[in-house]
Nanobody, 122 residues
């Protein structure tokens, strides 16, 4: 059983940057693809990005390409989401997830964190 804990969400002005972290425990972190999703009120959970087990392959949602970067440190069991040029439409609860495949849908991810709120003011 893998436990995931996100941190780093806060209120930020448009154009600003944030760094979200996800700490994993209870499993072999390097065995898992790690994904970031977000969910705004009244909307479906949206794929933000993901990174494969070794960190050599990443994938991003269209709405964040060129602005967000995912990186992982398997020695520290952490994955980070670096967010630049933030927009009000990036406001959402951000979740990290662990799974076996780098896919853009939430279903295949087995483990989820509790989420961290990101609010971008205009």
């Amino acid at each position: 059983q893998v436990q995931l804990v996100e941190s780093g969400g806060e209120l930020v002005q448009a154009g600003g940057s944030l760094r979200l972290s996800c700490a994993a425990s209870g499993g072999t972190f390097s065995n898992y693809v790690m994904g970031w999703f977000r969910q705004a009120p009244g909307k479906e959970r949206e794929f933000v990005g993901g990174i494969n087990q070794g960190g050599g392959s990443t994938s991003y949602g269209d709405s964040v390409k060129g602005r967000f970067t995912i990186a992982r440190d398997n020695a520290k069991n952490t994955v980070v989401l670096l967010m630049n040029s933030l927009k009000p439409e990036d406001t959402a609860v951000y979740y990290c997830a662990a799974g076996g495949w780098l896919v853009t849908t939430p279903g295949p991810y087995q483990y989820w964190g509790q989420g961290t709120q990101v609010t971008v003011s205009s």
